[in-house]
Antibody, heavy 121, light 113 residues
Framework: QVQLVQSGAEVKKPGASVKVSCKAS????????MHWVRQAPGQGLEWMGR????????NYAQKFQGRVTMTRDTSISTAYMELSSLRSDDTAVYYC??????????????WGQGTLVTVSS | DIVMTQSPDSLAVSLGERTTINCKSSQSVLFSSNNKNYLAWYQQKPGQPPKLLFYWASARESGVPDRFSGSGSGTDFTLTISSLQAEDLAVYYCQQYYSFPYTFGQGTKLEIK
């Protein structure tokens, strides 16, 4: 079965960077886009971007351009999302989420458990 | 960016009642070449990640009870629950995946009356 297991909670100071990992299992890692979505406490969902694990190609929301980097390591079926120049309003749960398939639509079907990133001085 | 606007923001409903949540996009998410609406619905319960309910606006994901239905086209979409059950209490989100950035509605919180 498809599983996405994310790294543990992080506490960072303003201005620092955070790198969240998402280890995939139960399917061919390179066959499906991986998206990243965040959710601030008590707030709604915000799409950050996606990565093609096969090519490494990325699409980022303009809001995060220059601060976010999505990468992958195909040898260990793991995707990463790094966010730099952290601010207090980056405090959120960050989710990795796998799409249906390259030829079947880019909506998300499977979600990781989420990683809480807290930015506080 | 395509702005997704849901209504209402919250809704108090009695068990067994019919419920409707609306989602409006600031531009059409209907792709003319395949006649598909690039619109998904998700359900999120407290402390859990979202769960996919519908894709292509009206295609029910496997395992989703048939009391849920999705409809609409172009810019106006609806999620309907025909008979509310206690386990349906959650926040519901629509999302367009027509163009980057993929945007979500602000969410609709369903509560018991």
């Amino acid at each position: 079965q498809v599983q996405l297991v994310q790294s543990g909670a992080e506490v960072k100071k303003p201005g620092a960077s955070v790198k969240v990992s998402c280890k995939a299992s139960g399917y061919t890692f390179t066959g499906y886009y991986m998206h990243w979505v965040r959710q601030a406490p008590g707030q709604g969902l915000e799409w950050m971007g996606r990565i093609n694990p096969n090519s490494g190609g990325t699409n980022y929301a303009q809001k995060f351009q220059g601060r976010v980097t999505m990468t992958r390591d195909t040898s260990i079926s793991t995707a990463y999302m790094e966010l730099s120049s952290l601010r207090s309003d980056d405090t959120a749960v960050y989710y990795c989420a796998r799409a249906r398939g390259f030829d079947y639509g880019d909506y998300v079907v499977y979600w990781g458990q989420g990683t809480l990133v807290t930015v506080s001085s | 960016d395509i702005v997704m606007t849901q209504s209402p923001d919250s809704l108090a409903v009695s068990l067994g009642e019919r419920t409707t949540i609306n989602c409006k996009s600031s531009q059409s998410v209907l792709f003319s070449s395949n006649n598909k609406n690039y619109l998904a619905w998700y359900q999120q319960k407290p402390g859990q990640p979202p769960k996919l309910l519908f894709y292509w606006a009206s295609a029910r994901e496997s395992g989703v009870p048939d009391r849920f239905s999705g409809s609409g086209s172009g810019t106006d979409f609806t999620l309907t629950i025909s008979s509310l059950q206690a386990e349906d209490l959650a926040v519901y989100y629509c999302q367009q995946y027509y163009s980057f950035p993929y945007t979500f509605g602000q969410g609709t919180k369903l509560e018991i009356k």
